[in-house]
């Protein structure tokens, strides 16, 4: 039976979806060909090229030329320069533009891209002077193919692609929507881009905020033939290393190499620039026009591939050594060279392989799906819940149970907090090293967790810290940044929420809550130094002012707590903090003081707190 033509829901659809499961390999290699999405790509840019080649106007060396294709069931985006074009921007775009120069440039389409410990990046010279120049235009097509209604992509798939330099702009697009697509749920679709020997187009900086963004990482395909010099004008040689760390090229994505005995794709990154290298090395490289890309891929779609077609016997190979080798040789590598110094570079290429390979493998065995992870996470705390229960029992509450420290168990709770903060400082820096519109993106399950954890364990480091009773203001000098982001985040996703008073069923089950406020107990024990402070002969006039303000807020703020169901009714524990303070207050308040969390207290009201749904009436 022929093959289809292009099924653009069901191949793009398959190839969002398993693009980033993928490791190197065969396999994606033959899948993508088999889809139809190179041939389609391919096509495209060759028809928007005859076009540009019988135009006379786009000689100049900054002219750029793009499709746009509407279908029914996809859209597709074509990129193209001309031959005068793309030579001369390569040769003088070897350099790179930081993300302040594009600032300076009237630029900064891209600073999303920059993050807390990602701080910049920076681009293709010759691939950012095009996209400058011809900004007015991309913006108009930007618009083009966004809903102007919603602000949304077509729902239609959408492909992205480019050849040689107007592959680097269809990746600056690409990252340009990407950065647009709002995170709704369910998520969009996102783009899909696949350029044809296409330079790297950033460092390291661009790199690692696109392998911090792993949805984003998965939509760039770059297609390289081994006989293309244009995508390894770039790499480094790592024989004789003349750039720092900052100034190499990197890649981001997946790359799809090719050669005329096959295919192979590659997602390690750093095993691409040692591919390029090597076939840079072996095979005669010049600068390639699309047709060569049409050819490759036109002959990988024709002829029958046979897995393990090697002219080496592999029969007493280890397995991964022997995919390597095939490999190797699918993306032109020649494994029966002659050469002595080929056999010897081949050699290590191979050890080298091999080596990271079982580094990967490792890595992958210990990294655990996050959902996983995360069950795990709330395994821990159910520990901390049985000691939150444990403590009520004891008639002091959990909060003061921890800060005098009577027991072993209180002890080893301090194992257990310390556990689950290094989680959750883990998952709020790996928020914060995504690019900026990604990380405010946080499922609601993260965010539900987080908010549990905030709520069980800050109390506990605030009972660490008030231990020094030379100690205060909590908020300012003790608390982590974790927490302050975790409950930013929360804020930001409560706001989105309607707003209402407690309903029935939250007044109902007062006796489960946990207090909202994670620095409730910080509050407490900031009142109690005022209490102090009242009650010190040696306090100055503006000392005893100050501590009369933060009890009349402090009053203010518990009686809003109380009004709102927001705290445990462990607080009212005889032993508590809570309590101590009230008893203290009590003995320096004048005796016509008068206030509505004094009333609440002084009739004993607080005593049925627990039961919610009466204690005000």
């Known amino acids: 039976m022929p093959c289809n033509p292009f099924r653009p829901k069901n191949i793009t659809e398959m190839t969002f979806q398993r693009l980033d499961r993928f490791i190197s390999g065969l396999d994606l290699a033959d899948l993508v060909v088999n889809s139809d999405l190179l041939e389609l790509s391919c ?18 060396s900054l002219s750029l030329r793009y499709k746009l294709e509407q279908k029914s069931k996809y859209t597709l985006i074509a990129f193209t320069t001309s031959t005068l074009s793309r030579k001369e921007l390569l040769q003088q775009g070897g350099d790179l533009v930081s993300s302040t120069t594009l600032m300076e440039m009237d630029l900064p389409i891209f600073d999303f891209l920059c993050t807390e410990r990602n701080r910049s990046f920076s681009i293709h010279r010759g691939a950012i002077t095009l996209f400058k120049a011809h900004f007015k235009e991309l913006s108009q097509l930007k618009t083009q193919i966004h809903d102007s209604k919603t602000g949304e992509l077509l729902r239609t798939p959408l492909i992205v692609t480019g050849h040689s330099i107007g592959g680097s ?15 709704n749920q369910p998520p969009p679709k996102l783009p899909l881009c696949i350029t044809f020997g296409s330079p790297f187009i950033g460092n390291q900086g661009l790199r690692q905020a696109m392998l ?4 984003w990482n998965s939509c760039f395909l770059h297609v390289v033939g081994n006989k293309d010099l244009f995508p390894k004008a770039s790499i480094s040689h790592y024989d004789s290393p003349t750039q720092s760390a900052i100034e190499e090229y990197k890649a981001f994505g997946t790359f799809i190499l090719c050669s005329e005995k096959g295919c192979a794709c590659v997602d390690d990154l750093e095993v691409v620039s040692r591919l390029l290298e090597i076939t840079r090395r072996q095979a005669s490289c010049e600068a390639q026009e699309i047709d060569y890309y049409v050819e490759i891929v036109n002959d990988l779609k024709s002829k029958v591939i046979i897995r393990g077609n090697s002219q080496l016997d592999l029969s007493y190979v280890q397995p991964l050594k022997a995919g390597i080798i095939l490999q190797l040789e699918a993306i032109g590598v020649e494994m029966t060279t002659q050469q002595q110094q080929r056999k010897v570079d081949n050699k290590n290429l191979i050890s080298k392989l091999e080596e990271r390979e079982k580094v990967l493998m490792a890595e992958r065995v210990q990294t655990m799906d996050p959902r996983k992870r995360l069950n795990q996470i709330k395994i821990k705390m159910a520990h ?33 907090k310390k556990f689950l903060t290094n989680y959750w400082k883990n998952f709020v820096e790996g928020v914060e090293r995504k690019p900026q519109k990604e990380g405010a993106f946080i499922r609601g399950t993260w965010l539900y967790s987080g908010r549990n954890y905030r709520r069980m364990v800050e109390p506990l480091d605030i009972a660490e810290y008030y231990r020094d009773s030379d100690k205060r203001d909590y908020q300012t000098h003790g608390r982590s940044r974790h927490y302050i982001l975790l409950e930013q985040w929360q804020e930001d996703d409560d706001a989105e929420k309607l707003k209402s008073s407690p309903n029935n069923k939250k007044k109902q089950n007062v006796a489960g809550i946990l207090t909202e406020d994670s620095c409730f107990w910080e509050k407490v024990e ?9 009650n010190s002969g040696t306090s100055s006039a503006v000392e005893k002012q100050s501590a009369k303000e933060n009890l009349d807020m402090f009053e203010q703020y518990a009686m809003n707590q109380i009004n709102n169901y927001a705290v445990s009714p462990e607080i009212f524990l005889k032993e508590s903090s809570f309590m101590k303070w009230w008893k203290t207050f009590q003995e320096i308040i004048e005796t016509s003081h008068d206030s509505p969390l004094c009333d609440f207290m002084k009739n004993g009201r607080y005593l049925q707190y627990e039961k919610g749904s009466t204690f005000l009436q």
């Not at 096509?43 to 100049?60: F, R």
């Not at 702009?169 to 647009?180: G, Q």
């Not at 939150?388 to 072993?408: A, E, F, R, V």
């Open 43 to 60: 096509g495209a840019i060759k028809d928007l090229q005859t076009e540009v080649s019988s135009d006379q106007q786009d000689s100049c």
């Open 169 to 183: 702009v269809a990746s600056l697009f690409t990252l340009w929507l990407l950065d647009n697509i709002k995170r």
């Open 212 to 215: 911090e963004c792993l949805t």
């Open 384 to 416: 901390l819940e049985w000691y939150h229960k444990i403590c009520k029992t004891k008639g002091i509450g959990y909060y003061d149970c921890y800060k005098n420290q009577l027991g072993s168990s209180d002890r080893d709770v301090t194992r257990l």
């Open 526 to 534: 900031d009142a109690l130094i005022s209490c102090k402070l009242l």
